[in-house]
C-alpha cells in the first residue's frame, strides 16, 4: 500500500489524456489509470485533474499551478513545456526557468512532486524536428528533479514508446497502450504495486503496403497537420473554451490499469 491520499495532477494534453478515449468522447489517460491504481489501495483516495489540451506552460503556471498549491495534495504530478518546445523560436533555457519555478511552488506547499521528461520523438515526423530541443529541456528536467527534490518519470527512456503503436492517429500524443505503460511506469517510480509490467513488448508488426503507408502519411496531413498549423497561424488552441474534466479533488474509486 503506498502512503498518498490526495493526488492533482496538472499540465497539457498528455496530461489530461488525449489519445486515450473513453466513453462519450472523453479522455481516460495515464493519470486517470494512476489514480484508479492509487485508489485501489487506498480507500477515500481523492484526485484531481486540471490539465487540458493546447496549453503552453505559462498557462499552466497562472491557471494551474496555484490552485494545486492551494489545495496542496500529497502529490502533483506536473509535465507542461511540450507545445512550447514545437512553437517556432521558443527558448528551451526560458521554458525551464518557468518550469522551475512551477516545482519550486509546489514543493513549497507541501506537496512532493512527480514530473516527466519528453519522449524521444524520433518515429514522428512533425515531433522529430525538436528532438534537439526535447533532449536539452530533459536535461534541465533532470536537474530541476534534483534540485528541487522530485521525482522522475523517464520517458526518453522508455523503449516501448520507440514503437509507433504506442502512439495515436495524430502522431503527437499516446495511444491507449501508451497511456497504459506510462501510468504502469509512473506507479513504479512511485512505489505503488501494480500487477503488470510496462516493459512488456508489444507483438511483432505486421508491414503495411508501400500504397497503405502514403495513404496513411496523406490521412494525417489533412486531417492532423493543416488543421494544426492552421491554429498556429491564428493564435487558437484546442483547449478553447474547455474545462477541466476533474477541476476539484474528489474520492476517486475506478482502477482502469
Known sequence: MHGWESLVAIGDS?????????PEGSCVG?????????AGQRPGFQYANLALRGKMLREIVDEQVPLAAENAPDLVTICGGGNDLITPGSDV?????????????????GSEVLLFTGPDPKVQPLLRRVRGKVGIYNGHL????????????????????????????????????????IALRAAEVLGVPVTEDWREPLPPEVPKPWLRLRQDDLTWTTTHLLPWVARQIRGESLGDGLLPKRPEL????????
Open 30 to 38: 495515464w493519470a486517470d489509470r494512476l489514480a484508479g491504481a492509487m
Open 14 to 22: 498528455f496530461t489530461e489524456g488525449m489519445g486515450d478515449d473513453g
Open 250 to 257: 474528489q474520492p476517486y474509486e475506478t482502477a482502469l490499469l
Open 93 to 109: 533555457d526560458e521554458v525551464a526557468d518557468m518550469f522551475d519555478g512551477a516545482v519550486a511552488r509546489l514543493r513549497a506547499a
Open 142 to 181: 533532470r536537474a530541476i528533479a534534483e534540485r528541487r527534490g522530485a521525482r522522475v518519470v523517464d520517458l526518453w527512456s522508455m523503449d516501448v514508446l520507440h514503437d509507433k503503436r504506442a502512439w495515436c492517429n495524430d502522431r503527437l500524443h499516446f495511444s491507449s497502450d501508451g497511456h497504459r505503460r
